[in-house]
């Protein structure tokens, strides 16, 4: 079991990956988190996922 780095540790079984991107595209998906009250984190994860799925749709 892992901790992830926050204000409070949070058990997790889920990978790290660091990742580089611009400032602007992190500014804007941390805007888009803060509305919807979710972490940066999930955000990016929930994105991430869509698009693996629709890739997937695509190759059948």
């Known amino acids: 079991m892992t901790f992830?780095?926050?204000a409070k540790a949070v058990p997790t079984?889920?990978?790290k990956t660091m990742v580089y991107m611009p400032d602007e595209l992190k500014e804007a998906l941390?805007?888009?988190?803060?509305?919807?009250?979710?972490?940066?984190?999930?955000l990016i994860v929930t994105l991430l996922q869509e698009s693996v799925k629709n890739a997937k749709s695509k190759d059948n």
Do not use: D, Y
Not at 30 to 42: F, Q, T, Y
């Open 4 to 6: 992830t780095q926050s």
């Open 30 to 42: 941390v805007k888009w988190a803060k509305r919807e009250n979710r972490s940066l984190s999930n």
């Open 13 to 15: 079984n889920l990978s």
